[in-house]
């Protein structure tokens, strides 16, 4: 039986249990997050394994309370994969050691000294921020706003409308960054990543071999987080009792009436964030129609945004989640 055969007849079984261990997939490097302890490993220039791990902080007062816990969870999340992404970056060394210094890093290193990572760091992050409001807040709504002076007519399901352009732009974003090098081999690690929680769940020991014939699709996944997001946006937003037009019949121009309604969605994003955390939860606790149905198009946007690990990324995934196993007593079943 080949790996296609081999993950197709894994894609249509059951794991036997669904793991609260997580993970996120870094640069040459995975890391997971059980119960109690949080690893990263990361494979360092001389092609040998660096495994960090630490104890997980103690749960906050919002982790047991619905809806509240998702943006709270969402934030501290991102913030700590940025700290491992930085890590990672560092410890893998992408350039050689022997490289001279560009005129550029050379400045970098005499200005900003050992916080030159961390600021350069901080900034991409900044950037990134702006740059995902401005693809998916301003860009759709300009764009629907400059089809409908086009045709002269208005959108009756406006929310509808801009989350296909977002989804578009989503797609296109992902299919474009995949073609490069240094992101096709983290979208390796991602796949390593699925595929060593799903051989986990199917409660299969640990190897390269077993982990190989894992799909590398999963539901609790950070991809199908975004599309829960954009389901729950086309819905909550459809039902909010105003809209562009509320602002245009208040008066505004029709730049300004788009600006506030890019302004209302914002102060709707934790609302939403929160929804869609809790669906999330529940797709990757129950194996239902209802969870199926809203799997489905993170699942399959995970052909770009995964791809198949080789031995060494493995390895890698292994070395990750093996210190976050739960100990004696300890449970990680949802």
């Known amino acids: ?65 619905p809806f509240v816990r998702g943006i709270f969870n969402f934030i501290s999340s991102m913030k700590e ?14 350039h050689d050691e022997k490289e001279e210094l560009t005129k550029f890093e050379k400045w970098l290193t005499e200005k900003l000294g050992e916080n030159g990572t961390k600021i350069i760091m901080d900034i991409a992050v900044f950037l990134g921020f702006a740059l995902a409001i401005l693809l998916f807040f301003f860009l759709p709504t300009i764009i629907v706003s400059g089809i409908q002076l086009l045709i002269h007519t208005d959108f009756n399901f406006r929310p509808l409308v801009e989350t ?3 989804i578009g732009i989503f797609i296109i974003y992902i299919a474009l ?12 690690y991602h796949g390593a990543e699925h595929k060593t929680i799903t051989c986990y769940e199917n ?35 459809s039902l909010l009792p105003f809209g562009k037009d509320f602002f245009i019949a208040l008066g505004l ?19 939403i964030v929160g929804i869609s955390y809790e669906l999330i939860r529940l797709a990757g606790r129950y194996d239902n129609i209802f969870t199926k149905i ?25 070395a990750a989640i093996t210190p976050v196993l739960p100990k004696e007593g300890e449970d990680d079943t949802w």
């Open 253 to 271: 121009p029709s730049l300004l009436a788009d600006l506030a309604w890019i302004v209302v969605r914002l102060l709707f994003l934790p609302v």
């Open 1 to 65: 039986m080949n790996n296609k055969q081999n993950s197709d007849q894994n894609a249509k079984s059951c794991p036997t249990f669904k793991t609260k261990i997580g993970g996120q997939a870094l640069i040459e490097g995975i890391m997971m997050k059980g119960v109690s302890k949080t690893a990263m490993a990361v494979r360092m220039p001389d092609g040998s394994l660096d495994v960090e791990t630490w104890e997980n902080k103690a749960p906050k007062w919002y982790n047991k309370t």
């Open 203 to 237: 409660r299969l020991e640990l190897t390269v071999d077993n982990i190989k014939k894992q799909i590398r699709f999963h539901p609790r996944c950070g991809t199908s987080f975004i599309f829960i997001i954009f389901i729950v946006s086309i819905i909550f937003y």
């Open 294 to 318: 809203i799997s489905a198009p993170g699942l399959w946007m995970q052909r770009l945004t995964t791809k198949e690990p080789d031995a060494s990324q493995i390895e890698a995934a292994i």
């Open 164 to 166: 296909i352009i977002k």
């Open 177 to 188: 960054m995949s073609r490069l090098d240094d992101i096709h081999r983290t979208f390796q």
């Open 81 to 94: 994969g940025m700290q491992c992404m930085t890590k990672s970056a560092e410890k893998s060394t992408l």
